[in-house]
T-cell receptor, first 114, second 111 residues
Framework: DAGVIQSPRHEVTEMGQEVTLRCKPI?????LFWYRQTMMRGLELLIY????????DSGMPEDRFSAKMPNASFSTLKIQPSEPRDSAVYFC????????????FGPGTRLLVL | QKEVEQNSGPLSVPEGAIASLNCTYS??????FFWYRQYSGKSPELIMF????GDKEDGRFTAQLNKASQYVSLLIRDSQPSDSATYLC???????????FGSGTRLSIRP
C-alpha cells in the first residue's frame, strides 16, 4: 500500500487566501484524523472522522477551519481566510479502529502563511 | 483539559546505554497509552502501546505503565544513533475517544 497520501507537501500563501489540504487514507481504514503540529503547541488533533462521519471536531480552532470527508478515500481540510498563525505542519492519519491501535501518519503538509 | 506532560529535553545518552523517557498524565480514567517516534522533518510513527500496569517489551524497547502513579515510561536498551528523535507519549481515555499527545522529548544518542 502507498500509505497515507497528502497534498500538497508544501504550501506558501498570503494572508487572507483560501488554503485546501488534501488527504487520501490507507485503503480499508475506517478512521481519519487531521492534526496540526507547531513548536509552541505540539501535535494537536483538529478533527477525526469514523466511517466518513465527523466524530469530534472540538480541536478545530475556529470557524475559519472546515473539514470534509465525502467518501472513504478522500478528505479535505480548508482554511478560509488563512492567517500567519495558521503556519504549521498539518498531518493526516488513518487507522482501522477498533481492530488496530496504530494510526498511520501521512508525510504532512508544511503550510506557511505570509 | 486532560493533559500529558513530558520533559522536553534534550536528553543526551551515550551509545549503548539505556535511554529512559518519562511521561505523566492527568486523568486516572485513562485506558490506553502510546509511544510515538518522530524523526526531524518526518511524521510520527507508533512504537508501542500499553494498556495494563507493568512492563511490555518489544525488542530493545520496553514500555512501563503505572496507573496508580499516573506515569508511563519508555526504555530503550542498547541505544543507537538511529534512535535520536523526538518521542511523543500519548493517551486515550477509551477506545472511542481521541488520542492526546504530549509535547515530546528530544533524545540524542551520542557516539
Amino acid at each position: 500500500d502507498a500509505g497515507v497520501i497528502q497534498s500538497p507537501r508544501h504550501e506558501v500563501t498570503e494572508m487572507g487566501q483560501e488554503v485546501t489540504l488534501r488527504c487520501k487514507p490507507i485503503s480499508g481504514h475506517n478512521s481519519l484524523f487531521w492534526y496540526r503540529q507547531t513548536m509552541m503547541r505540539g501535535l494537536e488533533l483538529l478533527i477525526y472522522f469514523n466511517n466518513n462521519v465527523p466524530i469530534d471536531d472540538s480541536g478545530m480552532p475556529e470557524d475559519r477551519f472546515s473539514a470534509k470527508m465525502p467518501n472513504a478515500s478522500f478528505s479535505t481540510l480548508k482554511i478560509q481566510p488563512s492567517e500567519p498563525r495558521d503556519s504549521a505542519v498539518y498531518f493526516c492519519a488513518s487507522s482501522n479502529r477498533p481492530q488496530e491501535e496504530t494510526q498511520y501518519f501521512g508525510p504532512g503538509t508544511r503550510l506557511l502563511v505570509l | 483539559q486532560k493533559e500529558v506532560e513530558q520533559n522536553s529535553g534534550p536528553l543526551s545518552v551515550p551509545e549503548g546505554a539505556i535511554a529512559s523517557l518519562n511521561c505523566t498524565y492527568s486523568d486516572r480514567g485513562s485506558q490506553s497509552f502510546f509511544w510515538y517516534r518522530q524523526y526531524s522533518g518526518k511524521s510520527p510513527e507508533l512504537i508501542m502501546f500499553i494498556y495494563s500496569n507493568g512492563d511490555k517489551e518489544d525488542g530493545r524497547f520496553t514500555a512501563q505503565l503505572n496507573k496508580a502513579s499516573q506515569y508511563v515510561s519508555l526504555l530503550i536498551r542498547d541505544s543507537q544513533p538511529s534512535d535520536s528523535a523526538t518521542y511523543l507519549c500519548a493517551w486515550r481515555y477509551s477506545s472511542a475517544s481521541k488520542i492526546i499527545f504530549g509535547s515530546g522529548t528530544r533524545l540524542s544518542i551520542r557516539p
